[in-house]
């Protein structure tokens, strides 16, 4: 009997050290969690910003090119026959009942954050651009495009339009798939407005723009 409340009494002290231990965590990780929230409050870097928001549009850009375009039509190799459905992403996606291509994708899921946020912009651009709305548009784009395009790496900085400052930035848009290629080289746009340009796999074909309006006060 004794023997078994020395075991329970330990047993409990345990317990005890355990909840103890247990708080002790949580209280830590409830005041780390505030000092990040400060830290959210009095701002992040805005070039950690960009980065964030440069991830999740890559990772949906890529991800639908690879998982649904890739499906429909022959890309990397697969034919069209071996296809999982029986659609294809053409440019004209709404006349013909197909699906829009990566870029316009990518314009249709811009145009829905525009009207949900105003905390930033995005969007497509390249100096071979098919769409006339998608040239760099300015000084900075056209220096940051240029940059992008020679080495490779993302371009960023600030600029000022209209009286708004904006922290911007350029990451290199690559030709991920052989389809990439092939569309936009055999495209008649491409072939009448650039047919010195031949793109080849992996190399930047464009740039994802990001803009973060910065407020000075
Ligand atoms: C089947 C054809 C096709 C495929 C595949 C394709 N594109 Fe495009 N791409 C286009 C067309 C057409 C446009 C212009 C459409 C628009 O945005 O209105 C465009 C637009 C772009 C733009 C914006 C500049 C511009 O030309 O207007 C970039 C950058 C781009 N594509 C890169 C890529 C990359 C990288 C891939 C592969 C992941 C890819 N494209 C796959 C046809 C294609």
Redesign the pocket.
Known sequence: MLAMNNLISRTKTKIIGLIALAITICFTAIACGGGSQTQAASGIAPELVVDYIHTVLLADRTAY?KHV?NRLKKLEGKEKADGVVPAE?T?GWKQTGGVP????MF?LGSEVALENSDAFTYG???P????DN?APRNEFEKKAMAEVVETGEPYKGYQEIAGQTYYSAVYP?????E??VT??NT?PVHLEKYPDKVFELNEV??GIVINLPIDKT
Do not use: F, Y
């Open positions: 090119t375009v992403a440019e291509l990566p870029a316009q314009r497509l651009i390249s071979w651009n098919l769409n998608q848009d690559k030709a991920v798939a389809a990439c569309c936009h495209h074909m464009g």
